[in-house]
């Protein structure tokens, strides 16, 4: 049981290019989404999705896009990478998207984008 | 708005010292509260939580009560150990949103010395 996986841990960017952050999870939740965390300022909701086929926006969702055609599977796409995303990416799983269930987190994805 | 406020540090402790992170919430409604730990290289855990004003959350000997009427939820350890440096933090849940959003704190990272 792998739990939340993501890859890859690090990576950098130059202002434009495109790439993908990939997570995946093996326990069966409905739930996932994406968060950056930022000094200072603990963790943001950029997308999550209630389940295969099904995304939304979060707080922060401008340049990303998401998509879930699987149950396992969330990737987040920048598709021109700017500063402003330097971040750590954190995608989350959960049972269902209810308020008490507890959030499983990957290790992060460390981006710099110069 | 919705919002958590928490002591963002370093805080550096002897091993064995007692340990408080404050914690305080800006909400609507009756939210749940949550503390999550980061350890070195790792993804956010869910450490305590605690769903209604009064209840106690505790987990390896981690303890925070919910206070409404202070509107305060701090974290508490009678004797920190190496172990337990990390990132920690303080995060709200509103029960009853059209979709799930944890709002997270700054978090607050412990170092603890041998």
């Known amino acids: 049981n792998a739990g939340v996986t993501q890859t890859p841990k690090f990576q950098v960017l130059k202002t434009g290019q495109s790439m993908t952050l990939q997570c995946a999870q093996d326990m069966n939740h409905e739930y996932m989404s994406w968060y950056r965390q930022d000094p200072g300022m603990g963790l943001r909701l950029i997308h999550y999705?209630?389940?295969?086929?099904?995304?939304d926006q979060g707080e922060v969702p401008n340049g990303y896009n998401v998509s879930r055609s699987t149950t396992e599977d969330f990737p987040l796409r920048l598709l021109s990478a700017a500063p402003s995303q330097t971040s750590v990416y954190f995608c989350?799983?959960?049972?269902?998207?209810?308020?008490?269930?507890?959030?499983?987190f990957g290790p992060g994805t460390r981006l710099t984008v110069l | 708005g919705n919002s958590v406020t928490q002591m963002e540090g370093p805080v550096t402790l002897s091993e064995e010292a007692f340990l408080t992170i404050n914690c305080t919430y800006t909400a609507t409604g009756y939210p749940s509260l949550f503390w999550y730990v980061q350890y070195p290289g790792e993804g956010l855990q869910l450490l305590l939580k605690?769903?209604?004003?009064?209840d106690k959350g505790s987990n390896k000997g981690f303890e925070a009560t919910y206070r409404k009427e202070t509107t305060s939820f701090h974290l508490e350890k009678g004797s920190v150990q190496v172990s337990d440096s990390a990132v920690y933090f303080c995060?709200?849940?509103?029960?009853?949103?059209?979709?799930?959003?944890?709002?997270f704190g700054p978090g607050t990272s412990l170092s603890v010395i041998p």
């Open positions: 989350a799983s959960s049972y269902s998207a209810g308020w008490y269930n507890e959030q499983f």
């Open positions: 995060a709200l849940v509103l029960p009853k949103t059209s979709y799930d959003k944890v709002i």
């Open positions: 605690a769903t209604k004003a009064d």
């Open positions: 999705s209630v389940g295969a086929g099904i995304t």
